[in-house]
């Protein structure tokens, strides 16, 4: 993980100089950056790095790229208590799901998201969920299952619920 502004060399003259390297050519690099203009985003990936996040790093975002870019599943432990109120919500959750009738968007949205739920990217899944919903309010209740997921960090089963309504 690096910055781009840096004391000696800049962060892009480092990933370049990483990458040259044989032993660092397939090492994920995360670039953080305060400056969040496009064209530094664009100069850090064509520089060679895997993924770039904006200042101040958001800990799902983080984590999701450090999962993606590392392979990883994060696993995490509920406390008894929150056992029983996810227990008590996914029971919720489906008796709601059995009376309220989902409508998925386009399968061109759906593959959007389905890309953005597998790279782990939480923030512009829910970016992604917000724009199909403001085109259809038919959408609301497919978006609003999507964003609780994600508030969760829950990508597996948004991928799965996506998956549901992929067309193969």
């Known amino acids: 993980i690096s910055d781009l502004a840096m004391p000696i060399m800049d962060g892009y003259e480092m990933i370049a ?67 029983g109120q996810s227990n008590q919500q996914s029971k919720q959750t489906k008796v709601e799901a059995d009376t309220v009738k989902i409508v998925p968007p386009s399968q061109e949205d759906l593959n959007i998201l389905y890309e953005l739920s597998r790279k782990g990217l939480i923030n512009n899944l829910v970016k992604e969920s917000a724009r199909i919903e403001s085109l259809n309010s038919d959408f609301s209740p497919f978006t609003q299952h999507i964003n609780q997921l994600a508030q969760k960090f829950k990508i597996k089963q948004i991928k799965n619920f996506i998956e549901q309504y992929l067309q193969k």
């Open 17 to 83: 100089n990483l990458r040259q390297l044989p032993l660092f050519q397939n090492v994920p690099i995360i670039v953080s950056s305060a400056s969040v203009f496009a064209s530094d985003q664009h100069q850090s990936l064509e520089a060679g790095a895997n993924e770039f996040l904006p200042k101040p790093v958001e800990v799902n975002s983080l984590l999701a790229a450090l999962g993606l870019h590392l392979q990883l599943e994060w696993i995490y432990e509920e406390d008894k208590q929150e056992k």
